[in-house]
């Protein structure tokens, strides 16, 4: 745990088993009531440490409300278990309509060409299953403009679709402090996955990246790993890297027709272990990641889909 500014602190929470390694909880003091800023899974791990940090700082859990970036399990997940009856729970409205059941990914499944036996053993280990808020709290709907005032902060939401649909920032302009949670990471590129056929998660998400590059900020403090100042430096990493991305699939869809599971087994990716050896859920945040380019690239009109059979294969245009 680190006091970031005078009233702000960070708590690391692990992420077991995850090579995310951990999630930034951010507390944020008030005088009347606190803040706390994503939480990690719900699983024991992360509760024991997100706990014995609000005890450090004097943080009443019948004081203290909740913002949730976005639905991921790694920030969602302890909510319920951490919020009071008088807790708010700040979280957007179109993810909210996604956590009642697992019928949005189906169009991920549709268009992506994952073996039958392979997707089984993907959704068994998927962290949102696994490790999901056991019940949905009541949420308190904020999205673009909404204001929360907290001791000396005063934060605006920031919509920033793409690394999920409904993402949300906070930015306080007097400090020029952004809480990014998952849209810009300081050394690692947020996962894109679309969730229907119509979708272009990239397309939003790179709108997003320049919007955020476009605001005075001095200091970033995202959802994982440290803090960082250059945001504006940031976003044109994350630019590039999506570009050079993109030119991959196409290079590998010079050899012909495939799947996106194909073509994301044939991609470089961080893992020293073969594409056989990665595990089953890194093998699906691949497949999203893959199909996020082409949907990016279909829409550009570089490549097209193909059905073949039950299968959508991708080609060139």
Known sequence: MEEVLPGLHR???????????????????????????????????????????????GVDPQKTDFFI?????????????????????????PESELLA???????????????????????????????GPSALPTFTFVGEGSRIEVGEF?????????????????YEPHQKLLLSGDHVLGDITPNITPLSEEENPLGDYLKSLERVASMEVDLVLPG?????RDLRGRVEELKLHHHL????????????????????????????DP?????????????????????????????RRVEEGEKVKWELS
């Open 224 to 228: 994982h790993r440290r803090p960082f």
């Open 245 to 272: 991305r993109a030119e991959e699939v196409l290079s590998l869809l010079e050899g012909g027709r495939k799947t996106a599971y194909e073509l994301a087994s044939g991609m470089t990716w961080d893992f020293e």
């Open 69 to 93: 970036t976005h639905l991921h399990a790694d920030h969602l997940g302890l909510v319920s278990f951490l919020a009071s009856g008088d807790s708010r729970v700040y979280f957007n409205r």
């Open 154 to 170: 005063s934060f605006v939401c920031v919509s920033t679709p793409g690394h999920t649909r409904g993402h949300l920032c906070l």
């Open 11 to 57: 708590v690391e929470v692990p992420l077991p088993r995850s090579p995310l390694k951990s999630v930034n909880s951010y507390v944020v003091k008030g005088e009347e009531r606190d803040l706390v800023v994503d939480t990690g899974m719900n699983r024991e791990e992360c509760a024991s440490v997100l706990l014995r940090a609000l005890r450090e700082l």
């Open 101 to 131: 059941s697992w019928e949005g990914v189906g169009g991920l499944i549709l268009l992506a060409g994952i073996p039958e036996e392979e997707l089984l053993r993907m959704l068994e280990t998927h962290p949102g299953r696994l490790y």
């Open 275 to 303: 594409w056989e050896r990665f595990p089953p859920i890194q093998r699906w945040f691949a497949t999203g990641e893959t199909l996020a380019h082409l949907r990016y690239l279909e829409e550009g009109g570089r490549v």
